[in-house]
């Protein structure tokens, strides 16, 4: 093996593959970064079993090869290069890649490339494609709920559901849900994915590829969800199980509604978590219909209280709702419009959260947040 490449495609390469290494494992072979030199091109590939990236670049190759070696150390010397080019060759002899920049050489042990884990490859199961900024924008919203418990598995996972004419994802930790949904042609499927490599596959920078304009791939086929890109493929195992009926959690009709600003509504619930108990994090939602203002309340007896009025549109009954206030600041978060819609259907019954989107750009990803009540804590 023996090929040349810039210094800062190389540091693309390396980061990119070694997102799923683990920092330690028994195995040595899932802690390298397995590098294979094509006719024109080279790929990095790194997993820890359960998820796998594969990243690819144009290289100038003159022997063709293939060899594992430690994703840390080759990552650690990638910072530290100038610009230029780099050269990577295997000595046979030693069995190691030898790294070349100017007047540098170094020489790192390797093992062979069937020491690494076999990849595997879909064989014809459900595809879609969408653009990359359309893919980034359903994981968003769709993992915002997930939290890692090892206890319940499905609390960390984020659901993909195909239902035909669109595609969504939802994530709960049964206390709060995120939904995201785009209208797109899909087969009808679903699947348990881990919320943690989506949101690293949302993180992935698809180098030199325009974000507008980019397709990525997307299969479901025997246990596995496969992604792809221009430059970039990845594997993830599936979660086995039943997924949450998420559908008759997230309420269709409403009691009240209230309009708010969306920039006012999170400075107003970030100050209530300042004075709020510790414990239980509670905010009180008041909705007046007939002062059309949305009041926030919060406090505890070791910190304080503190009320704000805030000017909305409110439509049907006056209702008050206790919430905790994480959930809210964690939707609002997450929501790019002026305007935010809250609503309710009773004082112990579920609150949506929903962006206020006057005229929406067609295939634009559509967000829910649906926040589960707190019990009355009486006057603050």
């Known amino acids: 093996m023996y090929l040349s490449i810039p210094t800062h495609d190389l540091a693309w390469l390396v ?78 002899s030693a069995w190691a ?32 494609s969408l653009t990359a900024r359309t893919f980034r924008e359903l994981i968003k919203i769709g993992a915002t709920c997930a939290v890692s418990n090892p206890a319940r598995p499905l609390w960390g996972a984020c659901l993909i559901d195909m239902l035909g004419d669109q595609l969504i994802m939802v994530s709960t930790d049964q206390f709060a849900l995120s939904k ?51 430059n970039v493929s990845c594997f993830t195992r599936l979660i086995e199980g039943q997924y949450y009926a998420y559908e008759q959690v997230i309420p269709k009709t409403f009691s009240c509604t209230a309009t708010v600003s969306t920039e006012a509504m999170a400075g107003a619930a970030s100050r209530a978590s300042i004075v709020a108990s510790e414990e239980d994090r509670a905010m009180r939602l008041i909705l007046d ?44 978060s997450k929501i790019d419009t002026e305007e935010t819609r809250f609503g309710m259907t009773g004082q112990v019954s579920q609150m949506i959260i929903e962006p206020v989107q006057d005229d929406p750009l067609e295939g634009a990803v559509k967000s829910t947040f649906v926040i589960m009540p707190m019990s009355p804590k009486g006057a603050f």
């Not at 294979?36 to 796998?52: H, K, M, P, Q, Y």
């Not at 009041?295 to 910190?303: D, L």
């Not at 209280?305 to 549109?313: F, G, N, Y």
Request: glycine fraction near 6%; charged fraction near 25%.
């Open 289 to 332: 219909s007939k002062s059309q203002t949305l009041t926030i309340r919060a406090g505890s007896a070791e910190k304080g209280k503190m009320e704000e009025a805030l000017p909305a549109r409110v439509e049907g009954e006056d209702i008050e709702i206790w919430v905790q206030h994480r959930y809210v600041l964690q939707a609002l």
């Open 97 to 128: 890649l030898i790294v070349k920049s100017g007047n540098l050489e170094m020489v790192l042990n390797a093992v062979p490339a069937d020491d690494f884990p076999k990849w595997p490859e879909p064989a014809g199961g459900h595809e879609i």
């Open 180 to 230: 995201s949904a785009a209208g797109m042609h899909t087969a009808e499927a679903r699947a348990i994915v881990p919320a943690n490599v989506l949101q690293d596959l949302a993180r992935l920078n698809l180098k030199d590829t325009d974000e507008e304009e980019e397709q990525v791939g997307l299969e479901l086929c025997d246990g596995y969800l496969y992604f792809t890109s221009n």
């Open 15 to 92: 980061h990119t593959a070694s997102r799923p290494i683990p920092a330690r494992s028994t195995l040595p072979a899932i802690q390298g970064c397995l590098i294979e030199a094509l006719s024109d091109r080279v790929i990095f590939s790194g997993t820890n079993l359960d998820w796998g990236v594969k990243a690819s670049l144009p290289a100038r190759v003159s022997a063709s090869g293939s060899l594992v070696v430690s994703a840390k150390i080759l990552s650690d010397i990638v910072r530290t290069l100038p610009p230029g080019d780099v050269t990577l060759s295997l000595d046979e």
